[in-house]
């Protein structure tokens, strides 16, 4: 679930996933069109809602799983493939 308050971001799991599949911030940014500063930030803060299905493609991980909702890690689906 994400923050119980405006004031807190959502459970994020965007470095651990990032090293353990060992992407770098330049790749998500390259993928996402932004710079790797940004993807830094992101790793501390909230995904915005248009990079998450790019950043939950590239890594193979549910989107769910990648903001803290699930702990069901994967693989990641295209909302089209989603029943």
């Known amino acids: 679930m994400r923050g119980t308050d405006d004031s807190r971001p959502a ?3 965007l470095l651990e ?3 353990r599949r060992g992407i770098t911030l330049t790749q998500i940014a390259e993928a996402c ?3 790797a500063s940004t ?3 992101w790793q501390t ?3 915005p809602d248009e990079h998450l299905a790019t950043v939950g493609a590239l890594l193979n991980v ?3 799983y990648l903001i803290g ?4 890690e994967g ?3 295209a909302p089209s493939e989603v029943a």
């Open 45 to 47: 803060r909230s995904i």
């Open 69 to 72: 909702w699930s702990d069901r």
């Open 33 to 35: 069109g932004v710079y």
């Open 39 to 41: 993807v830094k930030y």
């Open 62 to 64: 549910s989107v769910p």
């Open 11 to 13: 459970q994020n799991r």
């Open 17 to 19: 996933v990032r090293e």
């Open 75 to 77: 693989p990641y689906r």
